[in-house]
């Protein structure tokens, strides 16, 4: 006995022979947008971010955001570790020498803050294994 295909299921395997190469080409075009995007900017190459972090005292402190926090007295030289994110930065790049601040009712051996730029003032903190210290954790906004 003959078999036969309904004209229904040719409908539904043409409509999944054009779906793949479709979204296969969506995908394409998205990935060329977003890398057109980062690049733009930074002389034909993608600009990088770091993470700002500094070393101070042979500890590595990481910026931690939306904390309340009061700069102190200064406490001596810190440094911020060379960015290599980028291409073509040049391997000759070291530290920059920076200054650590106390922060009120902190310890330094687990918060500092460094002067960023000429207006703005960060917190750095240790941050062992990834996680907050608490007595940071309770100064957070939301």
Known sequence: ????????????MSTRSWWLPWCSG???VVAALT????????????????AI???????????VANVDFTVGHALGPAEFPPCHDTPNDGDAAGPE???????????????IAIRYTSDE??????????SLPPEVKTRTRG
């Open 26 to 28: 969506m995908v394409m």
């Open 35 to 50: 890398a057109g995007c980062t690049a733009q900017g930074g002389g034909g190459q993608a600009e990088g971010v770091c």
């Open 121 to 130: 003032v960060v917190l750095l903190a240790v941050q062992p294994g990834g």
């Open 97 to 111: 020498p920076t200054t650590a601040y106390a922060v009120d009712g902190l310890n330094p051996r687990i918060a």
């Open 1 to 12: 006995m003959p078999i036969s295909s309904s004209g229904r299921r040719s409908a539904v």
């Open 53 to 63: 972090a500094a070393k101070y005292e042979g500890r590595t402190y990481t910026q």
